[in-house]
């Protein structure tokens, strides 16, 4: 039996973000009509203190807990004392104070960083602390992995109930598409529709291409964040994908057909790949949560790229 949140006072860390924005609007929909979204203005979720008041002062009975600081491999290699520290902290403090309040159900949201760099493919739950992440990525995806061990023993030792779950890499409106931080799908995105109004030659992307990747739209991930709050009770790591990869080549070239951009594509190959593959076995999400992804790659840019496209647009004088 799943469980009723539209009764419940939901406390969504990183609401106002790219993934928080779509799961309070299924919360909406759902009948939620007390749903806390915290700024960082008024919540540092890495401080302690500011953690003990947004408990007491929203009293949730639910906390989906998906802020994070994140970014893509240049974010990564600038800032890993941070990425750790920061995502640690905020989980750190707020799983504590979850215990400490008695609230009925706490979702973690994990991230494929966390795997071995060798994982066999495709990624199964199982083999989620069989080795030591990539590199480059390595502090984020540890600090998240360390979330699920500290659930799994407040689970084990105080009842605390809980959910985490592993997205692949999400994209689609509302991301972030600032230079220095983004993500690939964004970054490309930008960078090709850029490369299209100006009718640039040439493109140049990070690294060989040869390197695959596994991405999920943000309303399926969303989807799958709230089915989790309804339906689990213990930490049990839940892969979300579309169980399919491609090679960042292959992404490069559908992005630079959807944006209309008609040159040529050159790789900077000394610029880090990253993980070799990414592509998540996601039958557990489909047997734990009766939950698969909806949209498909192709669909899912088109959209996010109109979406791009139309800020550019609202933000022009």
């Known amino acids: 039996m799943a469980t009723d949140l539209s009764r419940k006072r939901i406390v969504v860390t990183g609401g106002a973000g790219f993934l928080g924005g779509p799961v309070c609007r299924k919360l909406r929909e759902r009948g939620c009509g007390s749903v806390v979204v915290p700024r960082h203005s008024e919540y540092d979720l890495t401080r302690e203190p500011d953690v003990r008041r947004l408990y007491q002062d929203a009293r949730p009975d639910v906390v989906l807990h998906l802020a994070a600081e994140v970014g893509g491999i240049g974010a990564n290699k600038l800032n890993p004392g941070r990425f750790f520290y920061a995502n640690l902290s905020m989980a750190l403090h707020l799983i504590e104070h979850a215990r400490i309040n008695g609230i009925g159900m706490f979702v973690q949201v994990g991230s494929a960083c966390a795997y071995p760099k060798h994982t066999p493919v495709p990624f199964k739950e199982d083999d989620l602390f069989n080795g030591y992440p990539e590199q480059t990525n390595a502090p984020y995806g540890i600090a998240k992995k360390a979330a699920l061990v500290m659930l ?9 109930n809980s959910a985490y779950v592993v997205p692949a890499n999400l994209y689609g409106p509302g991301d972030n598409f600032d230079v220095q931080t983004s993500n690939v799908i964004p970054a490309l995105i930008r960078k090709f529709t850029e490369a299209a109004t100006r009718r640039q030659d040439t493109v140049e992307c990070w690294g060989s291409g040869t390197v695959s990747r596994e991405f999920l739209y943000v309303d399926d991930a969303a989807e799958a964040v709230i089915r ?19 090679r960042i080549k292959d992404l490069a070239e559908l992005i630079a057909r959807l944006t209309g951009f008609e040159g040529a594509i050159g790789w900077d190959t000394s610029r880090p790949d990253g993980q070799p593959r990414v592509c998540l076995d996601t039958s557990r999400a489909t047997d734990l949560l009766g939950w698969k992804a909806e949209v498909v790659l192709e669909q899912g840019l088109q959209q996010t790229i109109d979406w791009y496209r139309s800020s550019l647009v609202s933000t022009t004088p």
Do not use: C, H
């Open 152 to 160: 799994d023993g407040y689970r084990r030792q105080y009842g605390l």
């Open 228 to 246: 989790a709050a309804e339906r689990m009770q213990e930490p049990v790591p839940i892969n979300l994908g579309t169980g399919s990869e491609v």
